[in-house]
Nanobody
């Protein structure tokens, strides 16, 4: 079992930056990801990182602005968000898998979830 705790959400103006963190109760061995969700919409995949290789993928709308990382202890995952836009407003969740998956953009690939942290971007 893995407990995930997010932090770093806040209200910022458009063009600003935030860094979200996700602390894990033990080292993360399989894919880790960030999702986001706004009320009334499905949870949207944002970014994934494979700890073994360090390979990352990001959704097109953020790939030039966001960076996903994992510390050397593999216990703290981060999402650096730059040039934030109002459309980035959402509850952000970190997630971790308990096995290898290729369908990294699917929420069903992840077994462990944090409680979420709110990001609000005003214009």
């Amino acid at each position: 079992q893995v407990q995930l705790v997010e932090s770093g959400g806040a209200s910022v103006q458009a063009g600003g930056s935030l860094r979200l963190s996700c602390a894990a109760s033990r080292p993360l061995m399989y894919s880790v990801a960030w999702f986001r969700q706004v009320p009334g919409k499905e949870r949207e995949w944002v970014a994934v990182l494979y700890p073994g290789s360090g390979t990352t993928f990001l959704t097109d709308s953020v790939k030039d602005r966001f960076t996903i990382s994992l510390d050397s202890a593999a216990k703290t995952m981060s999402l650096q968000m730059n040039s934030l836009q109002p459309d980035d407003t959402a509850m952000y969740y970190c997630a971790a898998a308990d096995r290898y998956f290729t369908s990294y953009a699917s929420s069903t690939a992840y077994k462990f979830w944090g409680q979420g942290t709110q990001v609000t971007v005003s214009s």
